[in-house]
């Protein structure tokens, strides 16, 4: 939960702007502010603190706006010392004096929530994450789908599983990202509340983002079981298929999971197929996204690749950019490789860091372009994959050596 928690702080620069709506920092709080930010970027960091703790301690108004702002910058930087527990205790000091403009406070809530959870503390972290979803409601502030998650995180470890399922199905539905462990936990919460319909609608999520994972495909599998689809089912919607009378998109794509879920991919992709065809299955990014991992399943890469392709424009979801690239990759196309890692990149990609940077270096060698290689391996090694990347480092040394 602390790893996670700390993937998604917002760590905000440490020195504001000077104006702001309704208030304005003192001139030498302003410009001691500066001082204390270029120190920290020489990394003076024991002088830099030593000036704010200068400053916190002087005599301040009760409400005072200064006191506020260097409380608050104070905290993240004790925060960014890996001081979480010390920064906590300054910024809800700085939300006590009631003094920061309406934004800076609602950011405050969301932040100082973290920490909290980060500690275990779930009831209290939540407390503050209401506030924050209130705040922002009531002012039309933004609400990020990674704080909409967090609240979900709390309400369920606190076992309180209904306004879980709701705020992680805001988060879900409001990111344009696919966040693995947020739809893991909506699998978990619709199982618990025994909402097995929307838990298989929630596994064939993850199973088409993630066809090779095993358990993914598992989990739709029990779904199915407690849901009873096995051979009467499957043979109803055959006979529904095949005489036309199915009418309903998810009756195709449930046909087609269970094919996938049965390991026969190729049915799948003719069961999608026909629906796209009849245009009862819409031609969208998720339902490509499907058809491509029925190819792919049945080792129809070009096709795969294709339909990807389709998807990848109509989505900025970088896990089609991703696959695509994968996909091109095993077909040998380097420079479309190349293209569709840098396009997941460019559409926030998070995960398996170091991974997209590997495969461009790869591309790069077979495109004998060994400098670019380089860059991007190196990129790779200092992400955290140096067992792999070291080998072809020496080889491309050794290609040097020898040109010529």
Known sequence: MKKYIFAVLLIIPFLIDAQNRNNTLKSWVYYELLSIDAKISEGRFAEAEEDYLKMVNEYWPSRSFDHAIILKNYGFFLIQQDRPDEGL??????????????????????????????????????????????????????????????????????????????????????????????????????????????????????????????????????????????????????FGLTQNLLEKENDYLLLA??????????????????????????RNADNLETLANAYSSSREYLKAADVLTEASKLS??????????????????????????????????????????YFIGICFIELEKLDQAVNYLSKARDLGKEDVVEPWLDYINYLKSTAG
Not at 153 to 180: G, R
Not at 264 to 282: C, F, Q, T, Y
């Open 316 to 357: 900025e979801n970088p896990q089609l950019s991703y696959r695509l690239g994968q996909i091109e990759l095993n077909l040998s196309r380097w420079q479309k490789a190349i293209d569709a890692f840098l396009s997941a990149q460019e559409n926030g990609w998070e995960e398996e860091k170091g991974q997209i940077e």
């Open 89 to 238: 205790k300054f910024l809800e000091w700085s939300l006590r004096k009631r003094a920061l403009e309406d934004r800076d406070e609602h950011h405050l809530y969301y932040v100082i929530s973290q920490i909290i959870a980060s500690n275990g503390d779930y009831q209290k972290a939540l407390n503050y994450l209401l506030d924050w979803y209130d705040k922002g409601k009531r002012r039309n502030y933004e609400l990020t789908p990674k704080g909409v998650a967090l609240i979900a995180i709390c309400y369920s470890q606190l076992d309180d599983f209904e306004p879980a399922v709701a705020y992680i199905t805001e988060a879900v539905e409001n990111s344009n990202i696919f966040v693995k462990s947020w739809y893991e936990l909506k699998f978990a919460l619709h199982y618990k509340l025994e909402d097995f319909s929307l838990a298989l609608t929630t596994s064939q999520d993850l199973v088409r983002n993630y066809p090779r994972e095993k358990k993914y495909l598992e989990q739709m599998g029990a779904m199915f079981s407690e849901l009873d689809f096995e051979i009467e089912s499957l043979s109803s919607l055959e």
């Open 257 to 282: 999971n269970f094919y996938m879920y049965k390991e026969v991919p190729i049915e799948a992709s003719k069961v999608i197929n026909m629906g796209l065809k009849r245009k009862v299955i819409e």
